[in-house]
């Protein structure tokens, strides 16, 4: 780094060269790069030669210290200028403090003072200019990152981070960020591309990025030299705040608004891409930005209703999130309306029931038809489970989307969704049934043909095959035409005929052998399958010489 530099300006050469002599003789990282003896020399001198430091006198012929001193202050405001004075003259310093003099350094020269106040001066400098330094490097970012800021305050504008902030300061803003904004009227656009997801899913980041940077290529030369602002609030969503001199009236505004919305419509349909624009109702202030964002974008979600790639004005629409009045109750039907729509002989035609779950005199919010397809597929994975199965396993990845129910963009796409669903699910559960309900009643037959000597229960029985109780009792009564400890009981009482008949145990040991634990308990049951005792039954067959196997069927 350089040395600062020093002038010298004093009409006497012996002070001149004594402030040489100890300049030179010194430590000081300063350098002295000339001398003169008067101020308009100086002055001559500044304009080829800038320096850090104008040591000069005050009283000097042609121009003395403080006219020099004023000149500087002029033309070159960075030089700092040291006055030297004597004593007894000390009330020059009241007119160079007004000058703006860095110090003031006193005759007659006492070298040691002299270095000690000409380096606290360079320090100074020093400091000085890595302040500037510092702040021409911070100017400098922040003119990079000027564009980035204006982007992040516009898109709090429209998110109402600002709402703490008066109109005047909102206005600061536009002038400090250059945006080209009119004083009057404004009217905001909510535009969201339709499809999105659709566009997207086969490309790379890099790609999705430059398809990005596409889209507002296009609005800004859309919107060219208006007066407007706008940014990206979400992928594939933007706002757009048009403004409009305070000579248009709010329907001229709002006309000029859909003319705007139309422009940018055609312009995406040029590239064969869809948008869907929501409009708001003029305002008057900066401050109400956000509220009439979030008018254009309830205004937006009617495309849900009247579909894709329309303009829908705020003023034409009526905002509800009902669905029905009773959610609680409306869920009860979709449940029992399930168990009809899935599992009964005479299933009804599933397009024209959905209508009892969509009814034409209520206005479904986006988020209460998601809610609903959201409820019925729940309520189906819960029916479809009684059989072990997880019905998504079974159909394919784009069956059960449960992510794309968040995504439905209109309310068609909902049901065609719902109706497909349900169709795929009846159909499986009719593939199936008859296969399942044979397996599980067979099961159930060799669990009863392993444990019939122990205790056996239908919960057991269920636990082990992992179904209800009552399903798995319904389903093997449907197979076989009796229940299960129908079919336990027979079962039973066919093996004690057969060890009455084959064997010579006691009835007692029959008793416990055939899973009963009281013989009394044991001879009614027999005597009501039979008609007979086991005794009267031993002696009538022909006791143990009847060899023949008898199994339950």
């Not at 009409?11 to 003896?37: M, P, Y």
């Not at 179904?467 to 389903?475: A, I, K």
Request: aromatic share 12%.
């Amino acid at each position: 780094m350089e040395p600062y530099k020093l002038l010298i300006v004093d009409d006497f050469f012996v002070e001149r060269e004594c402030v040489k002599d100890i300049v030179e003789q010194s430590s000081l990282d300063v350098a002295i790069i000339g001398e003169t003896s008067n101020g308009a020399d100086a002055l001559a001198f500044i304009r080829q030669v800038q320096p850090d430091f104008v040591l000069t006198d005050i009283e000097m012929p042609y121009m003395n210290g403080l006219q020099l001193a004023e000149h500087i202050n002029r033309l070159y405001p960075s030089i700092h200028i040291i006055f030297f004075i004597f004593y007894h003259k000390f009330e020059y310093a009241k007119q160079a403090v007004q000058l703006g003099a860095a110090s003031f350094i006193m005759k007659p020269i006492v070298e040691e003072d002299f270095l000690i106040e000409l380096d606290r001066i360079i320090q100074l400098r020093r400091r000085q200019k890595e302040s500037e330094a510092e702040e021409y490097r911070l100017k400098q970012l922040l003119a990079e990152s000027l564009p980035l800021m204006a982007t992040k305050w516009t898109k709090e504008l429209f998110m109402g981070l600002h709402k703490a902030q008066d109109e005047q300061w909102l206005w600061d803003c536009v002038q400090y960020y250059r945006f080209r904004l009119q004083r009057g009227m404004y009217v905001v656009l909510a535009v969201e591309m339709n499809g999105l997801e659709t566009c997207l899913s086969d490309m790379s980041i890099e790609q999705r990025e430059l398809f990005k940077l596409r889209w507002e290529d296009w609005l800004a030369e859309l919107l060219g030299s208006a007066s407007f602002l706008w940014c990206e609030t979400s992928e594939g969503q933007w706002a757009v705040l048009l403004s409009f001199n305070p000579e248009v009236e709010s329907d001229q505004a709002l006309e000029e608004s859909y003319k705007t919305a139309e422009d940018i419509m055609v312009r995406f349909e040029r590239e064969n891409l869809s948008v869907s624009i929501g409009i708001s109702e003029p305002i008057a202030l900066l401050a109400e930005v956000d509220r009439k964002y979030e008018q254009a974008k309830r205004a937006l979600r009617h495309k849900f209703h009247v579909g894709r790639g329309v303009m829908i004005s705020a003023s034409e629409v009526e905002e509800t999130d009902a669905l029905w009045e009773d959610d609680a109750g409306l869920l009860s039907v979709i449940r029992r309306d399930m168990q009809k729509l899935l599992f009964a002989d005479d299933s009804p035609d599933v397009a024209s029931y959905l209508e009892n779950w969509f009814p034409a005199n209520r206005i479904l919010s986006q988020a209460a038809a998601c809610n609903l397809c959201y409820a019925a597929a729940l309520y189906g994975q819960q029916l479809i489970s009684e059989w072990n199965e997880d019905l998504s396993s079974q159909f394919s990845a784009s069956k059960l989307p449960w992510d794309k129910m968040l995504r439905f963009e209109s309310l068609a796409e909902a049901k065609d969704w719902l109706i497909q669903y349900l169709l795929d699910a009846r159909s499986f559960i009719q593939q199936r049934s008859v296969a399942q309900t044979v397996i599980i009643a067979n099961k159930v037959k060799s669990l009863i043909s392993e444990r019939y000597a122990g205790t056996v229960t239908v919960k057991e029985i269920s636990e082990e095959l992992h179904y209800s109780p009552n399903y798995v009792n319904n389903v093997f009564k449907g197979e076989t035409g009796e229940t299960i400890l129908e079919y336990l009981t027979r079962f039973r009482m066919e093996q004690a005929k057969r060890l009455l008949l084959e064997t010579d145990r006691k009835i007692h040991d029959i008793t416990l052998a055939v899973g009963y634990h009281h013989e009394t308990y044991f001879r009614n049951v027999f005597r009501q399958y039979t008609g007979m005792t086991p005794k009267e039954y031993r002696e009538k067959m022909g006791g143990s010489q009847n060899r023949g196997h008898i199994h339950a069927h």
